[in-house]
C-alpha cells in the first residue's frame, strides 16, 4: 500500500493559501500533496489540533504539472476512527474540484461543520496527469462546552423571577448520539404554555404552544419535525428563533419556518427549563419520553450560557445523575458500500458443522447481497439477501431443492438493524434486532460443513478464482460489528490488507443521507428513494413528471374548449405548476368562447335576523371543491369574471349613506372589505339603483338604505375581477323590531385568459425587470416570441452563483443557458430554418433536480439528465430581466 500523508497543521499561520491569494479566515494549508501511485485508495487527513467551525473548503491543483483533482469527497470528525462525509444540498457527497492547475475552485459549506479532523478523498482526477491538490479550509476555532448524559440524567436551568413571559426566543446547542429516542429541552408553564425540543425516529420534533383559554376554539399546540438519520454520532447544530408567532428552525443549515397555531404571543414557562430529559417528571404534564443518551455542548438559551453555568456548578443549575462535562463516544467503526464491485472478504474457521455470522446494516436499497459463503467439501453454499425490506437466507446443496426462509419487515428503511445467524446442520436460526419474536428457526434436513471465507456487500469478479458464485447485486449501504465464527472481525487488520480483502468500500465512514428530507417530491407526492437516488410517486395527486411539478389539467374551461371539448364537469388547475391543487368546476363551453361556473353554499337564499354592526352575521362562502386561494387564482387569470349578488330588506338597512360606516359589505380577495354592492362600481359606497337614480329613496343610494317596512332589493353583478370571488358577505342591521334580511350569491363564472396573449414589444435597450425569480428546487418557462433580429437574450436571471438564461443564439438556434451548482450547462434546439422570421414560435423549458428540457414549437425535447446527486437550489439575488440580459438585449 503507497504512503498516505498524516498533516498536523496548526492555526492563524496562514494569511495566504499557497498560490490561492488572501486567505482571512483561512486555519489549514497545504503546499502540495500527491500520494504514492500504487496507492489504490489514498487520502490526505487534516489535524487541526483542536475543534474548528469550518466554513468553506478550496483546492487548487500541483504547481507547474498536470496534477489536479477534478472530483473529491470531505470527511470530517472528531476522531481519526470515526468519519462523516459532508453532503452538498441534494444530498451529494463529490465535490467539483480544478479543470487546470492554477485556478482555485472554492466551495462556501452550505453549514458550517464542527470538526478537529478533515480528510480529502480523491474520486478522479485529470487523466493526462494524476493526483495532486492544494488545500485550504475556512473557518475559525470553536470553544465548547460539554455535558454528556447517559440516558439516565438531566440538568435544569432555574429561572431568576418564578416565572418568565417571553415575546421572543433564541436557544440554540449542538448535539450528536446513536440513540434515536430522547428529550433535548422541555419548559412548561400553568397556562398550558411549553416547548420540547426531541429526538424521535432519529429526527427533531419540535413541540410548542403559547397557551390555551376556554374562550379561544383555536388549537395552541404546533408540532414540526426536520432532519433524519441524526443518530449517526457526529454534531448536528439546532437553533430556534422566535418571534411572536413565527419562529425559524434550524438544523445543520436546513431550515423551517413556520407560525404556532393559537392566539397568543407569549412564551409563558414557570420555575425552570430541562435540558437532556426532565427531572421529577411526574410533577410535569410531559408525557413520559425517555432522555437524552448523548453529548450536548454550547446551549444557550435567550443569551444565557447554561452549559458553561452547569460547568461551573452554579446555583441555578439543579442537577439529576451524574451529568459529565466530556464527551464520550460509541465508535463503532462502520464500512460503506458505495461501489460497482464493493465486497469485503474475510476467513473463517473450514469444517465446523456450526456456522455463526451477525452483523449490523442500514441502507435504503430493496435488495442486495449481505453474505456469501461457500461451504466444504463442496456442500453447497449459503446466501443472505436484502430483498424488498426483508432479509432472505437460501441455502443451496447438490442434487436437493433450495432451502429457503426470510426474517424481518421494512428493514431498508435507512436505520440500523441487526442480523444474527445460527446454523447446524439441520436447523438455522435467523434474529432480527435482537428480537426473540423477530426470529426465524427452520428446521429441515441439510449438510453442513463451513467453508474458509466469507463475503460481505458483494462477489469479487470472476467467481472462478474467488469461489464466490451469488449473482445477487451487490449491497449498497453500511455494515458494522461484523462477527465470523463468533469473533468480532478486526477491521483495522482488514484495512492494512493483514486481513482478507476488500475493493470499493470506506471504513470509518457511514455515507447514508436521507434524500426524501426534505422531500423534493411538489404537490404532496411520495418520495422513495435508493443508495444514491430517489423516485417521486405522483399517483393521486393530479401531476406527472419526474418531481411530480406538471399538472395533468388544463389551466381553464377556455384550454379545454380550444382542444376540442364539450360542456360538462373538467378538473382545471388555473395555477399550473404552482402550489395550489386542481379542482373541478363545470365547463359551458359555447363556440366563442367557454364560461368556468364554480358554485358555493350561498346559491340559496340564506335568511338573517339579529344581527347588529357590532355583532353581525358572517356568512363564509364555501366554494364546492376549492379553497378561497384556489378560486382567487382562477379570476385572477381570466380575462372577465362575474358574480351576481343579491340583498332583500325589510326594515333593514344596507349601505346606509356614501360617507356613513356601512351596516353591510362583503368581503373579496385577500380578505378585503368592499362596501359597493352589485350593479355599482368599485370605490365608492352606492348600488345599482344610485348610478341609476332611480333609489326608492332619492336621499340614499341603496333601495334597502330607505328602511322602509316593506320588502325592498338590491342586486346586480359584481365584475371587477381583482376583487373577486366573494368571500364573506357580512350583515349587521336586522335587531330590531320586525327587521330581517336576505342575501343570495350566484355562482363565480369566468372566461378567457389573461395571461395567454399579454404581448410586449422591445426595441433595442429595452427591457422588462421583473421580481427576483424565486424558483428553489425546479422552475418551468413558457413563451411566445417573433423577432427579425438575428440573436438576442429572451430572458435572463443572474446570481452571485446560479443563473438561468433563455436566448436566441443564431437565427436557427434557441438556447437555454443555466448554472444550478454543477457548472455552466446549455440545451439547444436547432432549427432547420431559420427562427427569425416575424412569426410566432412558443419555447417551453424546464429545470428540475432530475433533468432540463427545451422545447421550441413542435419540434422534438432536448433533454439533459442532471449529474447523479445533483441539486438545484437556484438562489437569484438581482431582478429577472425580460427582453434584455444585463449584457445584451433582443
Request: charged share 20%; aromatic share 12%; net charge neutral.
Amino acid at each position: 500500500m503507497g504512503v498516505r500523508r498524516l498533516l498536523g497543521l496548526l492555526l492563524a499561520a496562514c494569511a495566504a493559501l499557497l498560490g490561492l491569494g488572501p486567505g482571512p479566515g483561512c486555519l489549514a494549508r497545504t503546499s502540495g500533496w500527491s500520494p504514492d501511485p500504487r496507492d489504490k485508495q489514498p487520502w490526505l487527513q487534516i489535524d487541526l489540533m483542536q475543534k474548528h467551525r469550518i466554513n468553506a473548503v478550496a483546492t487548487q491543483g500541483t504547481f507547474n504539472t498536470y496534477d489536479w483533482l477534478t472530483r473529491y469527497i470531505v470527511l470530517y470528525g472528531d476522531h481519526p476512527t470515526s468519519w462523516k462525509p459532508f453532503f452538498q444540498q441534494g444530498s451529494n457527497w463529490t465535490f467539483f474540484g480544478n479543470v487546470n492547475e492554477s485556478g482555485v475552485v472554492r466551495h462556501d459549506l452550505h453549514y458550517p461543520i464542527l470538526a478537529r479532523y478533515v480528510r480529502i478523498i480523491p474520486v478522479a482526477w485529470n487523466p493526462r496527469g494524476k493526483i495532486g491538490l492544494r488545500l485550504g479550509l475556512y473557518g475559525c476555532p470553536y470553544r465548547s462546552h460539554v455535558l454528556y448524559f447517559d440516558g439516565d440524567d438531566a440538568i435544569s436551568y432555574r429561572f431568576r423571577a418564578k416565572k418568565i413571559s417571553t415575546m421572543e426566543d433564541d436557544i440554540s446547542f449542538n448535539f450528536k448520539t446513536v440513540e434515536q429516542d430522547g428529550v433535548l429541552m422541555h419548559g412548561e408553564g400553568s397556562q398550558g404554555d411549553y416547548i420540547t425540543v426531541e429526538l424521535k425516529q432519529a429526527q427533531i420534533l419540535l413541540h410548542i404552544s403559547l397557551g390555551s383559554s376556554p374562550l379561544h376554539a383555536t388549537e395552541g399546540h404546533t408540532t414540526v419535525a426536520v432532519g433524519s438519520l441524526l443518530d449517526d454520532q457526529h454534531w448536528h447544530s439546532l437553533h430556534i428563533e422566535r418571534y411572536g408567532h413565527h419562529v425559524n428552525l434550524t438544523l445543520d443549515g436546513e431550515v423551517k419556518r413556520f407560525r404556532c397555531h393559537g392566539t397568543f404571543d407569549h412564551l409563558d414557562l414557570e420555575t425552570e427549563i430541562f435540558f437532556g430529559g426532565v427531572i421529577d417528571q411526574d410533577k410535569q404534564h410531559l408525557t413520559y419520553r425517555q432522555n437524552f443518551r448523548g453529548c450536548v455542548e454550547n446551549i444557550i438559551f435567550n443569551g444565557v450560557n447554561i452549559a458553561d453555568l452547569a460547568r461551573h456548578r452554579r446555583s441555578n443549575i439543579r442537577f439529576e445523575g451524574s451529568v459529565g462535562h466530556y464527551c464520550q463516544d460509541q465508535v463503532n467503526t462502520p464500512i460503506t458500500f458505495a461501489g460497482i464491485n464493493n465486497y469485503v472478504q474475510v476467513p473463517g474457521i473450514p469444517r465446523r458443522n456450526r456456522l455463526a455470522v451477525s452483523f449490523r446494516f442500514r441502507s435504503w436499497d430493496t435488495a442486495g447481497l449481505l453474505l456469501y459463503t461457500s461451504f466444504a467439501d463442496r456442500l453447497g453454499s449459503l446466501e443472505m439477501v436484502l430483498s424488498e425490506g426483508q432479509v432472505n437466507v437460501s441455502i443451496a446443496q447438490p442434487g436437493k431443492k433450495k432451502l429457503e426462509f426470510a426474517a424481518g419487515h421494512r428493514l431498508n428503511d435507512g436505520f440500523w438493524h441487526s442480523v444474527q445467524l445460527v446454523a447446524r446442520e439441520g436447523s438455522a436460526v435467523v434474529t432480527i434486532d435482537d428480537d426473540d419474536g423477530a426470529e426465524f428457526r427452520v428446521a429441515h434436513p441439510f449438510q453442513l460443513r463451513t467453508g474458509s471465507q466469507y463475503f460481505f456487500g458483494g462477489c469479487p469478479k470472476p467467481a472462478s478464482l474467488t469461489g464466490c458464485r451469488s449473482n445477487q447485486t451487490a449491497f449498497h449501504g453500511c455494515l458494522q460489528m461484523l462477527s465470523v465464527d463468533m469473533q468480532p472481525v478486526d477491521l483495522e487488520m482488514l484495512v492494512q490488507h493483514r486481513l482478507g480483502k476488500y475493493a470499493d468500500v470506506f471504513f470509518n465512514v457511514c455515507g447514508i443521507t436521507d434524500r426524501c428530507t426534505p422531500n423534493l417530491c411538489e404537490h404532496d407526492s411520495r418520495c422513495v428513494q435508493s443508495w444514491d437516488d430517489f423516485m417521486c410517486i405522483c399517483d393521486l395527486t393530479g401531476y406527472k413528471g419526474e418531481t411530480c411539478h406538471k399538472s395533468l389539467y388544463k389551466e381553464s374551461c377556455d384550454a379545454y374548449r380550444v382542444s376540442g371539448k364539450t360542456s360538462g364537469n373538467y378538473t382545471i388547475d388555473p395555477d399550473g405548476s404552482g402550489p395550489l391543487k386542481p379542482f373541478t368546476v363545470y365547463c359551458d363551453i359555447r363556440e366563442d368562447r367557454a364560461w368556468t361556473i364554480i358554485r358555493h353554499n350561498r346559491h340559496y337564499a340564506t335568511r338573517v335576523t339579529g344581527s347588529s354592526v357590532d355583532q353581525p352575521y358572517l356568512g363564509e362562502v364555501e366554494y364546492w371543491n376549492a379553497s378561497w386561494a384556489e378560486v382567487s387564482a382562477l379570476a385572477n387569470a381570466s380575462e372577465y369574471c362575474e358574480q351576481r349578488i343579491e340583498f332583500h330588506c325589510y326594515s333593514s338597512r344596507l349601505l346606509n349613506t356614501p360617507s356613513g360606516l356601512p351596516y353591510s359589505f362583503w368581503m373579496g380577495r385577500n380578505n378585503e372589505r368592499h362596501y359597493y354592492w352589485g350593479g355599482s362600481r368599485p370605490g365608492i359606497q352606492r348600488c345599482a339603483c344610485g348610478l341609476e337614480k332611480n333609489c326608492a329613496d332619492p336621499e340614499y343610494f341603496c333601495n334597502c338604505d330607505a328602511n322602509h317596512a316593506l320588502w325592498r332589493t338590491d342586486k346586480g353583478l359584481l365584475t371587477f375581477v381583482d376583487h373577486l370571488p366573494v368571500t364573506q358577505v357580512v350583515v349587521g342591521d336586522t335587531n330590531r323590531s320586525g327587521s330581517e334580511a336576505q342575501f343570495l350569491l350566484g355562482p363565480l363564472r369566468c372566461y378567457g385568459d389573461r395571461n395567454t396573449w399579454n404581448t410586449v414589444s422591445f426595441n433595442r435597450g429595452a427591457a422588462l425587470l421583473f421580481p427576483t425569480f424565486r424558483a428553489n428546487h425546479s422552475l418551468d418557462i413558457s413563451f411566445y416570441f417573433k423577432t427579425t433580429a438575428p440573436s438576442g437574450v429572451f430572458l435572463e436571471n443572474p446570481g452571485t452563483q446560479n443563473y438561468i438564461r433563455v436566448e436566441l443564439n443564431t437565427t436557427r438556434d434557441v438556447v437555454f443557458a443555466y448554472d444550478i451548482g454543477n457548472g455552466h450547462e446549455n440545451l439547444t434546439v436547432r432549427s432547420a430554418v431559420p427562427w427569425n422570421d416575424d412569426e410566432w414560435h412558443q419555447v417551453k423549458a424546464e429545470l428540475n433536480v432530475k433533468l432540463a428540457r427545451l422545447r421550441v414549437d413542435r419540434l422534438p425535447w432536448v433533454v439533459r439528465p442532471a449529474p447523479p446527486q445533483s441539486f438545484v437550489r437556484l438562489e437569484f439575488d438581482r431582478p429577472l430581466y425580460v427582453g434584455e440580459s444585463p449584457g445584451r438585449a433582443l
